[in-house]
């Protein structure tokens, strides 16, 4: 059973840049058919995907994110990352880091628990 | 981009009631459609997959169904731990990735 663990600030000042971690155990993210993702969701509101990455392979970015947005991943550490610049109180959020199959079938079957990350000066 | 629309936004109900929540696609997503169930502080969980396909593990009084741009999640006989938010998601054309505004289901 897979297990993901974000890891990061929880406070980010105006205009800087968000910077989380995954680390994930019970799976590798190299070598299997799966994309890697960040999803958040503002206090009180729905889910927004930020991202998929396939190790070795494709990343594919939310397009109102991604002149701010990188995707990387370490396989060696078994871990992948959130890079989100220049941020604004609008990027206010809980971020979960994810698994979804790669292919045609891009569910989520599995969820870290989330970090809030709070952009406040 | 593919939207989701979600109905209602919320929903009172009691123990033991029937719930049924739609999910609209604005273009036919054929059956590739997620529900998920997200309980406060916590992350969403994976109910159903590919419209009808019940997770391992998930109750049997959910279902869901449909195909093209409608979609239903049914709770056959609501217990109190299904007191929740649900979403629905496409995957059918990503990225992006798109979910739904969200059903809160609470108590009458």
């Known amino acids: 059973q897979v297990q993901l663990q974000e890891s990061g600030p929880g406070l980010v000042k105006p205009s800087e840049t968000l910077s989380l971690d995954c680390s994930v155990s019970?799976?590798?993210?190299?070598?299997?058919?799966?994309?890697w993702a960040w999803i958040r969701q503002p206090p009180g509101k729905g889910l927004e995907w930020i991202g998929s990455?396939?190790?070795?392979?494709?990343?594919f970015y939310n397009r109102s994110l991604e002149s701010r947005l990188t995707i990387s991943a370490d396989a060696s550490k078994n871990y992948f990352s959130l890079r989100l610049t220049s941020v604004t109180a609008a990027d206010t959020a809980v971020y979960f880091c994810?698994?979804?199959?790669?292919?045609?079938?891009?569910?989520?079957?599995?969820w870290g628990q989330g970090t809030l990350v709070t952009v406040s000066s | 981009d593919i939207q989701m629309t979600q109905s209602p936004s919320s929903l009172s109900a009691s123990v033991g009631d029937r719930v049924t929540i739609t999910c609209r696609a604005s273009?036919?997503?054929?059956?590739?459609l997620a529900w998920y169930q997200q309980k406060p502080g916590k992350a969403p969980k994976l109910l159903i997959y590919?419209?009808?396909t019940l997770q391992s593990g998930v109750p049997s009084r959910f279902s869901g169904s449909g195909s093209g741009t409608d979609f239903t999640l049914t709770i056959s006989s609501l217990q109190s731990e299904d007191f929740a938010i649900y979403y629905c998601?496409?995957?059918?054309?990503?990225?992006?990735?798109?979910f739904g505004g969200g059903t809160k289901v609470d108590i009458k």
């Open positions: 019970g799976g590798s993210i190299g070598g299997s058919r799966y994309y």
């Open positions: 990455m396939y190790y070795g392979g494709s990343t």
């Open positions: 998601q496409q995957y059918n054309n990503w990225p992006p990735l798109t």
């Open positions: 590919v419209a009808s």
């Open positions: 273009r036919g997503i054929s059956n590739y």
């Open positions: 994810a698994r979804h199959s790669y292919g045609d079938f891009a569910y989520v079957d599995s």
